[in-house]
């Protein structure tokens, strides 16, 4: 296991890609953050507003850059014939699936950890200038404040776990352009579908099981009981969805030829 | 390797469009002969169509305690309008005119509504509040009308048949500067006049109601629409709901000049019965002593732009088609590249732009084909299963309606090309389907469907983003009349139907230049 993990690292290391998806990842995240908080106001100064959520808006499209990170680190070995001398050097499929994960989530976290402290600084910088600051009553965005810890430490283990999620969709469809569009399919569907549902329930029970919906309610810091579900519960609804990826991945995986 | 450049002669017209049709006949050949994809764009067929019948079969709005088939009344034009208002009225024949004065327009604005009546009011008068002289076919809901009136922060108007509003006299109406109205009738042709001071007189305007009856109703009437506090912020900030107003005007110096019938006032309370959004306040009413009228109303003579279901509620399958078709046109060229025929389909037709203009004719049909039998079977089976589960639709014209379905079709196609395009420009098919994806579908989750950014951020990315599309299908204007919540999460763009979705084809356009350029200029 520790040579599998060598040598994904090595790949991972040595592909130019990385290190720009890396960036573009963070940089995105960041980006629309602070266009989410710079145009974020409250003259009134009793807006329903959520400062850490504002801050870490950018989550939603830094999210999509990991996904495309992680599918291709099985993809891309699929699309040019790599992953043949990858499972001839290490037979123990389910060993390689498990090193690529190791090795992607360290990254993933690693980013993640930048981006949303950076996000989080530039919400802090902006926010009190638009009306929405301490002084205007909302939480101030420090690491000391309970909740803005937990919706900055979950959104990181949301991006990880997204990555884990298109990881395990990339095993099982291998075609990077498929996998991608499903894992996007699957984060972007449940709050459309549940937007025209029609009944408020099914609203609800909907965004209780999109990865995306369930994951981001660990960003709300204000009015957690308005939360189709909370906000450990959510992170846990894309821990299952991730585990249920790896599970059909690794079995693809396992059974299939290369 | 590069592609030979051909140096025999430009072949004519006609053997240059035959040669285009084979072109054509090859990328259909490799598109039909793709099992995956053509299962795929079949799949997201049939879901759009499902999600359309399973929206349409589970929505239950209406009245508390089932489905309350409350219709909604539409006006001469056949739109949705509201119909509420107090009217002291009496029978005028085929000439005539009225004239009065106002001096006093003011509004309670009730928050906090129990069924034992307001928690709180707020003597609050709201722009749209409307006092004045009206004449119209008849109480009953959609009649045609023509009206002169004082509005709460909007100036003098002239207003007919719920959508006509034409601009008179700035400035609001006290006992200290007064507005003098006028209304009046020549057979079929209504003149609304008003003025400062009772002598000099401007005409507002004038308008034709053809087909007028030739007894109709007319004198004051006063009506005040729901004071909408209009937030967007935030998931949980959701849309700000309206506190019911009622408004009240004094009138006095009443003047009728010819064809009046009878000689007393009635007081009606036009309305559209129990299930209306305006039920009939209960400080509704009027008295008349010395010759001055106290009127007091509730309601809106406007169209309706918040009640119904719009037609495009069962179209929510339409995202799944895009990501099908983004994914699918990004694979057209890309696996291509991965597989090496690129350099075949570019050894038979070395003429590369060509190459490229085929690919996104075949790919653009297919995905409008798909998208016109998704939308159509949507829309045409989903509305009426919601009609039949008792949800008030929105009336619209075929025209709006065939706008709707082949607009969703051109949108996807588009959405195809684009993909395509991008496809072409990468080389890396995960790439596009990300960037393209992302940039139509993540700002529509973000302002319309999940709104989690501010309105005026929300605006922005829906006249830059390639989501400016989706203004397509948008399916009741914005009157400037009507205070309304016009967010995208209430199904309004903020750019017209036909510019938003240039927007979108500009994207596409732009992006298929450039792929062609690269194409033409890169190596194989």
Not at chain 2, 95 to 107: A, D, K, N, Q
Not at chain 2, 114 to 142: H, M
Not at chain 2, 351 to 359: E, N, S
Request: glycine share 12%; aromatic share 6%.
């Amino acid at each position: 296991m520790r040579r599998a993990l060598h040598a994904e690292w090595t790949k991972m290391r040595t592909l130019a890609s990385t290190f720009w998806l890396l960036l573009a990842a963070a940089a995105l995240t960041v980006a629309v953050s602070a266009a989410a908080a710079a145009a974020a106001r409250c003259p009134s100064g009793d807006c329903a507003l959520d400062p850490a959520k504002i801050s870490l808006t950018g989550i939603y499209l830094g999210q999509a850059v990991v996904a495309v990170m992680a599918v291709m680190v099985i993809s891309g070995e699929y699309g040019t014939g790599m992953i043949r001398l990858t499972l001839t050097a290490t037979p123990g499929r389910l060993s390689v699936l498990a090193a690529k994960a190791a090795v992607i989530t360290c990254l993933i976290l690693a980013t993640g950890a930048v981006a949303v402290i950076t996000s989080l600084l530039a919400g802090r910088l902006i926010l009190p200038g638009h009306g929405i600051g301490p002084s205007h009553g909302y939480p101030a965005l420090s690491a000391a404040d309970g909740p803005v810890l937990r919706a900055a430490v979950g959104s990181v283990l949301y991006l990880a776990l997204i990555a884990l999620l298109s990881l395990g969709a990339a095993a099982a469809l291998r075609e990077a352009a498929a996998a991608i569009g499903a894992v996007l399919g699957l984060l972007y569907l449940f709050p459309i579908v549940a937007a025209v549902s029609g009944s408020a329930g099914l609203a609800r029970h909907l965004q209780q099981i999109g990865p995306m919906t369930a994951g981001l309610a660990i960003q709300a810091t204000t009015s957690l009981s308005s939360l189709p579900i909370s906000p450990w519960v959510g992170l846990g609804v894309v821990g299952a969805w991730a585990a249920g990826a790896l599970l059909l991945g690794g079995l693809a995986l396992r059974l299939r030829d290369v | 390797m590069n592609a030979p450049a051909i140096a025999s002669s430009r072949p004519g017209t006609t053997a240059a469009r035959e040669k285009f049709a084979h072109l054509l006949r090859a990328e259909w050949t490799k598109f039909r002969s793709v099992r995956g994809w053509v299962i795929t764009i079949v799949i997201a067929t049939l879901l759009t169509i499902l999600l359309g019948v399973w929206t349409g079969a589970n929505s239950q709005e209406g009245c508390p305690g089932g489905p309350c088939h409350y219709v909604i009344p539409t006006g001469p034009g056949g739109e949705a309008v509201t119909d509420t208002y107090y009217f002291v009225n009496r029978p005028l024949a085929e000439h005539g005119s009225i004239t009065v004065r106002v001096t006093s327009l003011t509004g309670v604005i009730e928050t906090g509504m129990t069924p034992e009546g307001p928690a709180r009011t707020e003597a609050a008068v709201v722009p749209w509040s409307k006092a004045g002289l009206i004449l119209t076919a008849g109480p009953s809901q959609g009649s045609t009308y023509a009206a002169v009136m004082v509005t709460g922060g909007h100036g003098a108007r002239m207003q007919w048949n719920y959508t006509g509003d034409t601009a008179g006299l700035p400035g609001r109406v006290s006992a200290a500067s007064p507005r003098w109205l006028r209304l009046s009738r020549a057979s079929d042709v209504i003149t609304g006049y008003d003025s400062a001071d009772g002598t000099r007189w401007t005409k507002i305007g004038t308008v034709s109601l053809p087909k007028l009856a030739p007894t109709v109703q007319a004198g004051l009437f006063v009506t005040s629409p729901s004071y909408s506090a209009t937030t967007s912020s935030g998931i949980t900030g959701g849309s700000g709901g309206g506190a019911p107003t009622h408004a009240t005007a004094a009138f006095d110096r009443v003047r009728l000049r010819g064809g009046w019938l009878g000689d007393a006032w009635t007081g009606t309370a036009v309305s559209g019965g129990s299930n209306s959004p305006y039920a009939v306040g209960s400080g509704s009413g009027y008295h008349q002593a010395n010759g001055t009228f106290v009127v007091t109303g509730t309601g809106d003579i406007a169209p309706d732009v918040t009640d119904g279901t719009p037609v495009d509620g069962p179209l929510a399958g339409l995202f799944i088609g895009l990501i099908a078709v983004v994914v699918i046109g990004a694979l057209f060229t890309t696996a291509e590249y991965r597989r090496g025929l690129i350099r075949v389909t570019l050894a038979a037709s070395p003429r590369r732009g060509r190459v490229l203009a085929a690919k996104a004719t075949v790919l653009g049909a297919i995905t409008f084909v798909a998208g016109l039998a998704g939308a159509a079977g949507a829309i045409l089976i989903g509305t009426p299963l919601l009609r039949a589960n008792g949800n008030p639709i929105d009336p619209v014209t075929a025209l709006t309606e065939v706008r709707v379905i082949a607009g969703t079709a051109a949108l996807v196609a588009m959405a195809a090309v684009f993909a395509l395009s991008v496809g072409v420009i990468l080389r890396h098919g995960a790439a596009a389907v990300t960037i393209v994806l992302t940039a139509i579908i993540l700002p529509y989750l973000l302002t319309a469907a999940f709104p989690v950014l501010p309105a005026s951020a929300a605006d922005w990315l829906l006249r830059v983003t390639p989501a400016a599309g989706f203004a397509i299908k948008q399916v009741i204007p914005q009157y400037q009349q009507v205070a309304g919540n016009y967010a995208p999460s209430a199904g309004y763009f903020p750019l017209a139907p036909w510019a938003g979705f240039a927007v979108l084809c500009a994207y596409a356009a732009v992006a298929l230049a450039l792929a062609s350029f690269l194409l033409r200029r890169r190596d194989a």
